[in-house]
């Protein structure tokens, strides 16, 4: 970070002020604006990712559906336009159109923001009319897009005047900036729900994360008591691998975390050696954890109450040693934000599906006491801070030195010095130069030279 402080924008990423805001949005389909301040460490960064952005647009050989414009502005030089927009926090990604605006909430990452800013080309549901349109929504190969997205919402409708179809798209108009929503009605809708086995009206979300364990379809039938957009929020993250990028979709469910540590290379398991028992032959425990996982997210009474997943042990075991120092892989850890408390599976020897079941049991059951509890005004990043200004403050101080002590050297004539004795008089009228007393030495030369 404090190399790159003068990191230059792009040129296709132009700043914007009060004057040509306006007129630069009528100009452009999409939009995508960043806000930001020089004076902040995080804006800093963000130049980085966002000239990223522009790049993957420059460079896409693929044909954008609408005129992507990727515009930014420094709050501190137009503040007036900030606040006009309601930006208090820097930095602030907004993605506006022509007839409405939408807040970027994800991870500052490129790949994240590219698949936000190519998803508001469509607007909120892309109709497929056509066998063709709707076998390349299915198979995630959609027209357009440069990245391909994580989560495919596909609408099954008798026609477009149901109620249900309405509730379809007061969803896909707060949330397209996160999946696709693809709608198909009439004959077209009949075959395919007939082929995935639902009753229409219907939706279908499909997720294409990197792991098998996140790969099955959940569909929706609209005759349940869960909503569509809380169902569409669970639906987002099955029995997946919680990271970075996902925990806050699992904050905004609410529910606390079942988590399981265990090591990566168990984790790529085809959905046929899922649905094995778990106690049916001798296998790493880290397999046995997954499976419970999988065996237990099948049962509403577990998926009500809380959020199933796993993680990296080998990349996250700090996060399980802030949990429980004593905990060996694979664990299993239950997290409750709402309370703070946290509860660790400790139990000796080789731990089988009854006793993970019966441990989840015993937890909703309220018949487990807490193993430790999350620390109190302790949320901060794990790794230390970067103080950017005091780094800034430090450069300019160490080049000021630099130049004093260059002046010194160079520019400024040295003081003069006091004419040493010749042993001849000086003229008549003119002074000799007093000398300095200050030391019984200097006396004695005194005397050595008047002598």
């Known amino acids: 970070l404090f190399r790159s402080r003068k990191t230059t924008w792009k040129k296709n990423s132009i700043g914007l002020s009060r004057e040509n805001f306006n007129e630069t949005r009528s100009q452009c389909d999409v939009m995508p604006v960043l806000f930001l301040s020089p004076w902040s460490s995080k804006s800093k960064a963000s130049i980085l990712i966002y000239n990223t952005v522009v790049g993957i647009f420059e460079n896409s050989t693929k044909k954008l559906k609408r005129n992507v414009c990727l515009r930014h ?3 501190i030089a137009y503040p007036d336009v900030c606040d006009w927009l ?8 907004k993605i506006f159109k022509k007839d409405s605006v939408v807040d970027y909430d994800g991870m500052m990452d490129s790949p994240s923001i590219v698949r936000s800013i190519q998803l508001a080309q469509f607007g909120s549901v892309l109709e497929l009319p056509y066998q063709r349109d709707l076998l390349r929504f299915n198979q995630n190969d959609i027209e357009y897009l440069i990245l391909r997205p994580e989560v495919t919402v596909l609408g099954l409708f008798k026609d477009k005047t149901r109620r249900e179809f309405g509730n379809f798209k007061l ?21 395919q729900a007939e082929k995935m086995e639902v009753k229409l009206p219907a939706v279908i979300i499909r997720r294409h994360f990197r792991y098998l364990l996140s790969l099955r379809d959940a569909k929706f039938t609209f005759d349940g008591s869960m909503s569509l957009r809380d169902f569409y929020t669970r639906a987002q ?3 997946s691998e919680l990271t970075p990028q996902k925990f806050p979709i699992y904050r905004r469910i609410g529910l606390p975390l079942a988590i399981a540590f265990v090591a990566p290379e168990h984790t790529f398991m085809s959905f046929k050696d899922l649905e094995e028992d778990p106690d049916s032959q001798v296998q790493p425990q880290d397999r046995v954890f997954l499976r419970t996982l999988f065996r237990l997210g099948k049962e509403e009474k577990f998926t009500d109450k809380l959020s199933l997943c796993w993680m990296n042990a080998d990349s996250y075991g700090y996060v399980l040693a802030s949990y429980s120092l004593e905990s060996s892989i694979p ?13 660790t599976l400790s139990m000796p020897g080789v731990l089988r599906y009854s006793h993970l ?3 989840i049991e015993d937890y909703l059951n309220g018949n487990i006491e807490p193993t430790s509890k999350l620390k109190e005004k302790r949320w901060k990043p794990v790794a230390p801070a970067i103080d950017f200004i005091a780094l800034e403050e430090a450069d300019k101080a160490k080049k000021r030195r630099r130049e004093e002590k260059n002046r010194g050297r160079f ?6 010095q006091p004419p040493r004795f010749t042993g001849v008089a000086p003229p008549d009228g003119e002074q000799k130069p007093a000398a300095k007393s200050t030391s019984g030495q200097e006396h004695a030369t005194h005397a050595h030279h008047e002598l």
């Open 237 to 239: 993250i099955p029995i």
């Open 171 to 191: 969803v896909a108009n707060e949330e397209y900036t996160k999946g696709v929503f693809g709608a198909c009605f009439g004959d077209l809708a009949e075959k």
């Open 357 to 359: 079941r019966s441990w």
């Open 86 to 93: 309601g930006v208090y926090s820097y930095p602030t990604l």
């Open 411 to 416: 520019g400024k004539v040295p003081p003069a």
């Open 331 to 343: 664990a299993l850890v239950i997290v409750d934000h709402s309370s703070g408390n946290v509860y």
């Open 73 to 75: 502005i420094d709050c």
